[in-house]
């Protein structure tokens, strides 16, 4: 399956359920909705290979979802998504500015994409979300922590995500992934550190909320990776393989 990102997020909805479904408010119980699912992990992790798996699974047991990714997903946070990672001035970009940009893309995506998405029973699959500014300008650029809790509290309000899928490797492993021909960003451009430090935050979450967030051992074969979160999903959520 081919994500495409230039004209925004992925979509999918089967024209035969689509107008059958009743709009729903994104407060009532998950196990009435489709569930908001958050993939995270450092650069080289597998993540978006992960996505597309979750998304093609989807599609083939005709279940609505939605794709989307940080920064972006929404004309504004894709335009926030180049000056953060690629504009030309931005070598003297501040940790400050960086958090406050990072945020102003997630709630224009929490609002325009992800909400309505939720509420009109689509399930929502997400490359990136809250946590990836909790473990990178929390943990690894050490702005304050409660800060940044609270600006991430402030940017998705109730939207919080069911559950939280971190996709662990080591360094070298992420590293060699990283190495085929592609457009490298500012964010990539840390020293290693930088990355033994987003690793051990992200496990650190893992730590601190075992009911919502899960770790994925990264290092394994793609489908096996497939398998563990498809089984993980349907034990959790079993409205995704109901037809109800
Ligand atoms: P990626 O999604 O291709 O990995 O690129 C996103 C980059 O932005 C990655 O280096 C992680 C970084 N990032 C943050 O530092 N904070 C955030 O809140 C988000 C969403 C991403």
Redesign the pocket.
Known sequence: MQLRWAHGPQVYVPAATYSTIAPACFTIDIMSRMPFITFEG??GCG??TQVKRLAACLERVGIPFLVT???GGTPVGESI?EL??FAPHNAGMTSET??LL??A??SQLVREMIKPALERGVCVIA????D??????GA??RLDREIVERLNAFAVGDCVPDITFVLDVDAETARSRMQQPRRA?R??QQPSEFYEQ?REAYRDLVRHEPDRITLIDGSREADEIENDIWKTLCSRFPNLTTDD
Do not use: C, G, N
Not at 127 to 130: A, E, L, S
Not at 132 to 137: H, M
């Open positions: 450092s650069e993540k978006s990714r940080e920064p998504r953060l990672q960086e958090l990072f945020e893309s997630r490359d990136r979300f809250f990836s500014t909790t473990v990178y300008q690894a650029r960003d964010m990539e987003v």
